[in-house]
């Protein structure tokens, strides 16, 4: 049925339970998985007006964001090797992460997205917002959740 799954992670636990059942679908159907990580990008009052940090403690941040997000992308690359699926593995930053994640889907042809839902609900869900809720607002291709 899907030739081409989209993976995200932010590296929590529930990413996690959420890399190994996305990729032994992958292995189910003949599938090849891209892992994607959005790297957020730096605020831009460091940058500007204001607080600004100098070059050092900048490239600092950008180094462990960078780190971070390979970090990520490894843990999807580990089970795809380990289940035997052809893997990719796509870093962008994104200032806004569901749209990261719906356009890398579509820069990497995917047809589908495999997605952790954290689960919050009431005022967690209202304070932390849902990627999740809305990668399924605005995607063109199948999201498959899960909790």
């Known amino acids: 049925m899907f030739k081409h799954i989209l993976i995200p992670s932010d590296g929590s636990r529930t990413a996690a339970k959420a890399i190994e059942a996305g990729v032994a679908l992958a292995k189910e ?11 957020e990008p730096l605020p831009a009052h460091i940058y500007g007006e204001g607080y600004v940090a100098d070059q050092k ?14 970090r990520c ?25 569901y749209q990261g994640i719906v356009d890398a889907a579509k820069k990497a042809k995917c047809d589908a997205i495999f997605i952790a839902s954290h689960g919050h609900r009431g005022l967690a869900r209202l304070v932390l917002g849902s990627v999740t809720s809305k990668v399924l ?4 291709i199948p999201v498959l959740v899960f909790r």
């Open 57 to 70: 403690m900048v490239a600092d941040f950008e180094s462990r964001s960078r780190e971070y997000a390979e």
């Open 73 to 97: 992308v490894g843990e999807i690359e580990a089970a795809a090797k380990k289940a035997g699926v052809s893997f990719e593995a796509l870093i962008v930053k994104a200032p806004v992460p």
């Open 29 to 39: 159907m003949g599938a090849k998985v891209t892992g994607y990580h959005a790297q």
């Open 137 to 140: 607002t605005h995607s063109d």
